[in-house]
């Protein structure tokens, strides 16, 4: 939801950033890497008990994994690769953070271990409904809208690696968040599919 409706207050930072990794030689792959590299250092930095430095370099994997796409629009080299690899890190990310919190609070593990699953199940369903439904966006495939996007799990982990004595209560919040999202891309997709026949 957050993805959509701000894109257009941090646009400015994204195209200051994509513009200076063009300038460094830096293609939109290799940035989509180097958000990923980011990220999981972030969940080292969690994993080893400095959660705030663990949050602030999450945020910024997530600016660097923001850029990648205004780059490929930038540079006129955005491919189906990029969206792969894209949607792929952006996953390796949220499980290396999920998996740092597991490792540092074990007291958490089963919640954490069903947000893993169902961040699993959440993305199955985006990518078939991805597949099943016509593309008419600027994404390379159809994109299905919902509360908890990018954005909206960055603020869940966040408050998870901030705030690990109620980590079992954020992880239920940030399951819910998804669970609320799936019913709208089912609901989406009904109809999406019903306006197609």
């Not at 400015?12 to 030689?25: K, M, S």
């Not at 792959?29 to 990923?36: E, S, Y």
């Not at 980011?38 to 600016?63: I, K, N």
């Not at 597949?131 to 990018?150: D, I, M, Q």
């Amino acid at each position: 939801m957050l993805d959509s409706n701000a894109r257009r207050y941090v646009q400015p930072l994204l195209d200051a950033t994509a513009r200076g990794a063009q300038r460094a030689g830096i293609s939109a792959n290799a940035l989509t890497v180097l958000g990923m590299l980011v990220g999981v250092a972030a969940a080292a930095l969690v994993a080893v008990g400095l959660p705030v430095a663990g949050f602030l370099v999450l945020w910024l994997s997530g600016l660097i994994d923001a850029a990648d796409g205004t780059l490929a629009r930038l540079t006129n080299t955005a491919s189906p690769i990029g969206a792969i690899l894209d949607i792929t890190f952006d996953r390796v990310v949220e499980l290396s953070v999920i998996t740092a919190l597991a490792w540092r609070f074990p007291d958490a593990r089963f919640e954490l271990v069903i947000l893993a699953g169902i961040i699993a199940i959440a993305m199955s369903l985006f990518l078939s409904i991805g597949a099943a439904v016509a593309n008419k966006s600027v994404k390379s495939f159809h994109y299905a809208p919902g509360l908890g996007e990018r954005t909206e799990a960055f603020i869940c982990l966040s408050v998870m690696i901030l705030d690990p004595e109620r980590l079992v209560l954020w992880t239920w919040v940030f399951i819910g968040v998804i669970a609320f999202t799936m019913a709208q891309r089912l609901r989406h997709v009904l109809h999406a599919l019903s306006k197609q026949s």
